[in-house]
């Protein structure tokens, strides 16, 4: 394996508010021999072509112009058999967790295997938020000082980028490939809207009270997620969904 396999890797950057952490992720994927830059409710409206963010891209601008930026994480996201999430932050429910250095085996893994894959990360205040990690397939955190484990934006995709591009030029060792057909494997979007399914379903038999939900679809949520569920399974799991709306 090698560089040449970046195209099969997304850089989900996920409410930004400050143009230069852009331009300065730009230009550390461009180091690093990386390209695709997405960009899903910026703070700012073509937060790419501002003055700082082409300032602090110094010579990047090409991985700016064809960044695409949308409002929309899921869609940002399909497609995708493998979704990290970085996040230091322990949750109650969501994805399974692994260290970056689990992560970049199992992102070169799923490469190997021509599987897409998402990196994705949160604001620069708050981090990625639940419903934002409920799309991810895993929540991933850099080993930093647990005492300050906060880490700037662009210095996070730089730590990545540059980690990630010695273990694909590597290639994946024998011992942790995975025979598994990740084209087989449902996308966290899809997923997501099998649950929307089930949860309408749930209701229509009177399973789920829409007044007191307590922790249910969490549950249903994390535990789906953890089975790594494929294109077909979701369309069974859709179709059960049907029958129980159907029998209201």
């Not at 990630?164 to 030029?169: A, I, M, N, P, Y």
């Not at 007044?211 to 249903?220: E, G, I, S």
């Amino acid at each position: 394996m090698n560089i040449d396999h970046a195209h099969l890797l997304r850089w989900v950057l996920v409410e930004t508010s400050h143009p230069g952490n852009v331009g300065s992720a730009a230009r550390a994927l461009k180091t690093m021999g990386f390209q695709d830059l997405r960009l899903v409710s910026p703070k700012i409206d073509g937060i790419a072509q501002q003055p700082e963010a082409l300032s602090l891209a110094s010579g990047a601008s090409d991985v700016l112009d064809s960044s695409i930026e949308s409002d929309s994480l899921q869609a940002t996201i399909q497609d995708c058999a493998l979704v990290m999430g970085l996040s230091s932050r322990d949750r109650e429910f969501g994805p399974p967790a692994m260290d970056w250095q689990d992560a970049r085996k199992l992102i070169a893994n799923t490469i190997g295997h021509q599987g897409q894959v998402a990196l994705v990360f949160g604001p620069e205040r708050t981090g990625l938020e639940n419903q934002h990690l409920s799309l991810c397939t895993h929540r991933v955190w850099l080993d930093a000082n647990p005492e300050y484990p906060s880490i700037n934006l662009a210095q996070a995709i730089m730590v990545c980028a540059f980690t990630l591009r010695e273990t694909l030029l590597e290639g994946v060792s024998p011992d942790f490939d995975d025979p598994l057909d990740v084209s087989a494997l449902a996308d966290p979007a899809a997923v997501a809207a099998m649950l929307a399914h089930w949860k309408d379903g749930l209701e229509a038999i009177g399973y789920l009270d829409p007044a007191n939900p307590k922790k249910l679809m969490p549950r249903l949520e994390a535990l789906f997620t953890r089975s790594r569920l494929r294109k077909e399974e979701i369309d069974l799991l859709r179709g059960i969904a049907k029958q129980m709306i159907l029998r209201k």
